[in-house]
Nanobody
Framework: VQLQASGGGLVQAGGSLRLSCAAS????????MSWYRQAPGKQRELVAL???????YYADSVKGRFTISRDNAKNTVYLQMNSLKPEDTAVYSC????????WGQGTLVTVSS
């Protein structure tokens, strides 16, 4: 199983980034896909989740700013991040969950003030 995240980088506050996570080795369409983040010195937190049926969940801190989506034909999940804030700075990782949970490597997002 491989989950390859990309799209991180340095952006100014108020800017946007789009993260992608390409999956292989799983039945992508059957998995719930999620994005987590971990800031320095903090615990990992769930940012957004999209179920196999398309329903979504967002952490309160990102509601209205972030959008999670999936393309089952491309085995890819996305996280569109708008109106970024310095407190969004973290390593973002994607995860696939059906009967087992799989993790990908993270991509660093840095938001400067």
């Amino acid at each position: 199983v491989q989950l390859q995240a990309s799209g991180g980088g340095l952006v100014q506050a108020g800017g946007s980034l789009r993260l992608s996570c390409a999956a292989s080795g799983i039945v992508f369409s059957a998995n719930a896909m999620s994005w987590y983040r971990q800031a320095p010195g903090k615990q990992r937190e769930l940012v957004a989740l999209i179920h196999s049926g398309g329903s979504t969940y967002y952490a309160d801190s990102v509601k209205g700013r972030f959008t999670i989506s999936r393309d089952n034909a491309k085995n890819t999940v996305y996280l569109q991040m708008n109106s970024l804030k310095p407190e969004d700075t973290a390593v973002y990782s994607c995860s696939a969950n059906r009967n087992l949970r799989y993790w990908g490597q993270g991509t660093l997002v840095t938001v400067s003030s």
